[in-house]
C-alpha cells in the first residue's frame, strides 16, 4: 500500500512550528500515568503513550468554566462572557477520542448550540494516532471495547488527520480540508506500506434499546449498586458525560461570576430538587439512570450511544463495575424469553 | 515583603469574655490595629475550624480566635474543646503549608482591655511580616521532587492469603449463611481488572469469595455497613478495618452483634504500610476484635503505622510543603472516591455539597479540593485508622493518607490511649473508648496553643 509517511523528527518539529499560534494538547507522562495536558514544547509529547488517563473532554468543556462574570464600577455595570477563541490542536487523540467530540456535538451543537462548546470545538483540529500499528502504545487498551458502540482502531471518521505508527514513521492520513491545512507545513513523503493486521478482540454485541427499556424494574441494578461507592470516577473520566451544574461566586474583588461545572449522575444530590425531593433516591437508581442515558435515552435521541468504548470507566472504577459485563447483562437478558 | 502590606485579620471572639474585654478596650481608650474584623459567637467552642480554613481561603491574611481562659468558659467547657480542636488544626494547616503563625488561639478575659489590645497588636505584627497569605491549591505547581515513594508499597510479604485461606474463607461464609448467622457477606471476588467487593447472600456467590492478593492496596469494606438497611452482615477485615468498626460502633453507628467480623489473618492480615514504628505493647487480644480469624491472628495495632513519605514531608519547610500539597490538590477532580470509599465519611450532607450554607463553591478547581481535602482530614482527627481506602479509591494517585497519618500523628502527641491527657492515642483499637473530641482534661495543652 503506498502512503505518505511522516517520521516523528518532522513531526516534532512540525509541532513545534505550530506552538506559536496554538494551544496544543497531547499525551504527556505525569507521574505513572498518560495525560492529556497543554504542551509547552514538543519534547513534552509522550510518543509511546496508551491511552490517556483522563478523556479530551476538558479541553472543550472544562472541569469548571466562568460563563459569564460582572461587577459594577465607576462605569456601571460590565458585564463579561469570555469565549476561547485561541486555535487549538487535539495531537495523539485516539478515534475514540475523536467519536467522543462526533458524539457531544450531537447535543451541544444542535439548536440552541452551547456558545462555549462551539467556539473551542471551531478553534480545535484533531490530529489522531490509529490504534493499531506498530510500537508500544498501539492498543487496544485494557477495557476498551469501541468497536461494540459503532467505532473501531482506525476509524478516520471524526478526525482531521490520521496518523498510523510504523515504528518512528507515521503513515499520514489527511482526512478534512482543516487537517490538510494543518499540515501544509510538515514534509511527507511517499512509501510502501504493508497493510496492517486487524487486530483481535473479543466480540461485545450491543444489545438494541428495546432490550434496554425491558430491564428497567430488573433487580439487576440494586445487585450492580450494592457495591458501588457513588463516587463521580467513572463519569469524570468518561469522554462524553457532559452533566453540569451552574451555580454564581462572588469574589472579594466584589466580581459575580457564573460557574458552570461537571456535576455527576452518580452523586446523591444530582438529581435532588427544591423542597428536598429526590427522584433519583438510591444508588441503584442512579446506576441505572447512567447506563439507560447511554444505551437508551441518547441513541434515541441523537442516533449514537452515548459511549465511544474507550474503557477508561473500566480501569478507574475502585470497584470495579466494568460496562461490558453490564452490557453482556443486558444482552444475555434479551435472549431470555420473558 | 510588599510595601505597605496591611494585613486582613478576622477575629472570632466569644461573646462573655474576649467580645467584653475587646469592648473594654474601646472603652479605655486603648488602641490596637484596625486590621482586625470581629465576628461575635457565642463561645470559642463554636469556632468551628471550618471558619478559620473558610477564612483563609477566602484571602484572610490571619485568623485569631479568643476565648474565656480554661476553667472560665460560660459554658462550663466549651473552650477546653477548642484547645483540643485547634492543637490539632494547627499542626494540620502547618503540615499543607500554612505558616502556623498565621492561625492563634489565646484567652482574653472581659476584665482585660489592655490584653485585648496587646494580643490584637502582636498577632497583627507578626501576621505582616509574613506577607499576604498563600491561597493553598492556587499554584498550578510541580511538586517538589520527594525520596520516598508517594504510593505506599503494600506489605512487602503483601501476598494475601493462598487457596487454603480462600476455601476456609467460602467454607465459612456458607455456614454463616447457612446457619443465619448472617443474611449477606461482605468479601471480595476476582474481577474483570481488579479484586473487588462481593456481597455474598447465597452459597453459589459464597464460593466465589477469595482472600484478595494485596489486602494494602483494597478498600475497607466497612464502608458498605451504612447502607445495609439491618440486614445482619459478615465482613472481611484487614486489622484497620476491624479497628474502624471499633469506632462506628463508639460513634453508635451500630452495634457490635450487628455485625460479624470476618478477620484476615497471617499475611493477609497485616497493614496496609510498611511498619517504620514499633508497635505498642497493649494490643486487645484478637479474641475480642473479631470473631473468627483465617490464619494466625493478626495484630490489631499492626494497622496503623506512618510511611516514610509523612516524615519526609514533615520536615520540609513551609513552601515546600506548600508546593507539594498545590501540586497534590490540582490533581483531584473532586470525584469523592476518597469521601465515598472512607467508612467514617458517612454524613448524610457533606459539608462540601451543603447548600445552605454554601461553604464551598461547586468549581472543580484546586483551592477547593484543598478546602475538602483539609476539612475532611481534620474531621477524621481520632477516628481514621488508616486503611488507605481513600488513596487506594484515589484514581489520581493522591497520597490523601499522609493527612490522615499527621492527624493521627498529633493526636498521638497530644492526647493519651484512653482519649484523655497523655500520648499514644491510636483510634478503634477497641470499641469503649472514648473519642478524642468529646472529652478533655482541664490541665492539658497549658497556655493555650500556638
Known amino acids: 500500500m503506498n502512503q505518505e509517511i511522516i517520521s516523528r523528527q518532522e513531526l516534532s518539529r512540525w509541532l513545534e512550528s505550530l506552538l506559536p499560534a496554538h494551544t496544543i494538547i497531547a499525551p504527556v507522562h505525569r507521574e505513572d500515568r498518560d495525560a492529556f495536558a497543554i504542551i509547552g514544547s514538543a519534547g513534552e509529547v509522550a510518543w509511546d503513550a496508551g491511552r490517556t488517563a483522563n478523556p479530551a473532554k476538558e479541553f472543550f468543556f472544562p472541569a469548571s468554566e466562568t460563563i459569564v462574570r460582572w461587577r459594577t464600577g465607576p462605569a456601571g455595570l460590565q458585564v463579561e462572557a469570555p469565549l476561547a477563541t485561541r486555535p487549538q490542536v487535539l495531537f495523539g487523540a485516539r478515534p475514540c477520542d475523536g467519536m467522543a467530540l462526533d458524539v457531544l456535538d450531537r447535543l451541544l451543537l444542535a439548536d440552541p448550540a452551547d456558545p462555549y462548546y462551539r467556539a473551542r470545538r471551531a478553534a480545535t483540529t484533531v490530529v489522531a494516532w490509529a490504534c493499531g500499528g506498530e510500537g508500544p502504545g498501539a492498543g487496544p487498551f485494557e477495557g ?165 468504548g474507550c474503557g477508561r470507566c473500566v480501569v478507574d472504577c475502585p470497584v470495579n463495575i466494568d460496562i461490558r459485563e453490564v452490557i453482556a447483562a443486558i444482552a444475555a437478558a434479551e435472549r431470555v424469553p420473558a | 515583603m510588599i510595601e505597605n502590606f496591611e494585613p486582613r485579620i478576622v477575629g472570632f471572639l466569644c461573646n462573655w469574655c474576649s467580645y467584653a474585654g475587646a469592648d473594654l478596650a474601646g472603652t479605655s481608650r486603648l488602641s490596637y490595629p484596625p486590621n482586625i474584623r470581629i465576628v461575635r459567637v457565642p463561645c470559642s467552642g463554636r469556632v468551628d475550624p471550618l471558619f478559620v480554613m473558610r477564612a483563609l481561603r477566602d484571602g484572610a491574611d490571619g485568623v485569631l480566635v479568643l476565648g474565656c481562659h480554661p476553667g472560665d468558659c460560660h459554658y462550663s467547657d466549651g473552650n477546653y474543646h477548642a484547645r483540643r480542636r485547634f492543637a490539632i488544626m ?111 447472600s447465597t452459597a453459589e456467590q459464597a464460593s466465589r469469595l477469595v482472600v484478595p492478593q494485596e489486602p494494602g492496596a483494597s478498600l475497607n469494606l466497612a464502608t458498605y455497613l451504612h447502607h445495609l438497611h439491618g440486614k445482619k452482615a459478615a465482613l472481611v477485615v484487614k486489622p484497620a478495618d476491624a479497628r474502624a468498626v471499633n469506632v462506628l460502633i463508639k460513634e453508635g453507628q451500630l452495634k457490635r452483634e ?153 493526636v498521638a502527641r497530644f492526647f493519651g490511649p484512653d482519649g484523655l491527657k497523655g500520648t499514644g492515642y491510636q483510634a478503634g483499637l477497641s470499641a469503649d473508648v472514648a473519642l478524642p473530641f468529646t472529652v478533655f482534661t482541664k490541665d492539658e495543652l497549658a497556655g493555650g496553643h500556638a
Open chain 1, 144 to 308: 476498551c471495547f469501541c468497536e461494540t458502540v459503532g467505532g473501531g482502531p482506525a476509524d478516520r471518521r471524526f478526525v482531521d488527520v490520521l496518523l498510523t505508527r510504523y515504528g518512528d514513521d507515521y503513515a499520514v492520513d489527511a482526512v478534512t480540508e482543516k487537517g490538510r491545512q494543518l499540515l501544509s507545513g510538515a514534509k511527507t513523503e511517499p512509501r510502501e506500506l504493508p497493510a496492517l493486521t486487524p487486530r483481535d478482540t473479543p466480540e461485545l454485541p450491543m444489545p438494541p434499546p428495546a432490550a434496554w427499556r425491558a430491564q428497567f424494574d430488573a433487580a439487576f441494578w440494586t445487585e450492580l449498586a450494592q457495591r458501588c461507592l457513588g463516587c463521580r470516577t467513572c463519569t469524570y473520566d468518561c469522554p462524553v458525560c457532559y452533566c453540569f451544574d451552574a451555580r454564581d461566586r462572588a469574589l472579594p474583588d466584589g466580581t459575580i461570576e457564573r460557574l458552570r461545572c461537571w456535576d455527576s449522575c452518580q452523586g446523591m444530590q444530582c438529581f435532588a430538587i427544591a423542597g428536598g425531593h429526590n427522584p433519583r433516591p438510591t444508588q441503584a437508581s442512579r446506576q441505572r439512570q447512567r447506563y439507560m442515558h447511554k444505551f437508551l435515552y441518547y441513541p434515541e435521541r441523537e442516533g449514537v450511544a452515548l459511549c465511544v
Open chain 2, 90 to 200: 494547627h499542626e494540620l494547616l502547618s503540615f499543607v503549608g500554612y505558616e502556623p503563625e498565621r492561625v492563634r488561639v489565646d484567652w482574653v478575659s472581659a476584665s482585660e482591655g489592655a490584653r485585648f489590645s496587646r494580643v490584637v497588636s502582636e498577632f497583627t505584627e507578626k501576621v505582616r511580616s509574613l506577607g499576604p497569605v498563600r491561597r493553598l491549591g492556587a499554584q498550578a505547581a510541580t511538586a517538589p521532587a520527594q525520596a520516598a515513594a508517594l504510593r505506599p508499597a503494600a506489605t512487602s510479604a503483601g501476598q494475601g492469603g493462598g487457596p487454603g485461606q480462600t476455601a476456609q474463607l467460602r467454607e465459612l461464609a456458607a455456614r454463616l449463611l447457612a446457619e443465619g448467622q448472617a443474611g449477606v457477606v461482605l468479601g471480595w471476588e476476582k474481577g474483570s481488572v481488579r479484586e473487588r467487593p462481593l456481597f455474598a
Open chain 2, 258 to 410: 450487628d455485625v460479624v467480623l470476618i478477620g484476615l489473618g497471617g499475611e493477609a492480615g497485616r497493614g496496609p504500610l510498611p511498619a517504620s514504628e514499633p508497635s505498642p505493647a497493649s494490643e486487645p487480644s484478637p479474641a475480642s476484635a473479631y470473631d473468627f480469624v483465617l490464619g494466625e491472628p493478626p495484630v490489631l495495632s499492626d494497622a496503623f503505622v506512618t510511611a516514610p513519605l509523612l516524615d519526609e514531608v514533615e520536615g520540609w519547610p513551609v513552601a515546600q510543603r506548600a508546593a507539594f500539597w498545590d501540586a497534590q490538590f490540582n490533581k483531584c477532580e473532586r470525584c469523592y472516591a476518597c469521601r465515598q470509599a472512607c467508612p467514617m465519611c458517612y454524613c448524610a450532607e457533606c459539608l462540601s455539597e451543603q447548600l445552605n450554607p454554601a461553604w464551598q463553591s461547586i468549581a472543580i478547581e484546586a483551592p477547593e479540593q484543598a478546602f475538602f481535602h483539609v476539612m475532611r482530614a481534620y474531621h477524621l482527627a481520632g477516628r481514621c485508622t488508616g486503611c488507605n481506602a481513600c488513596s487506594n479509591a484515589c484514581p489520581e494517585g493522591i497520597p490523601l493518607y499522609l493527612l490522615n497519618q499527621k492527624v493521627a500523628r498529633e
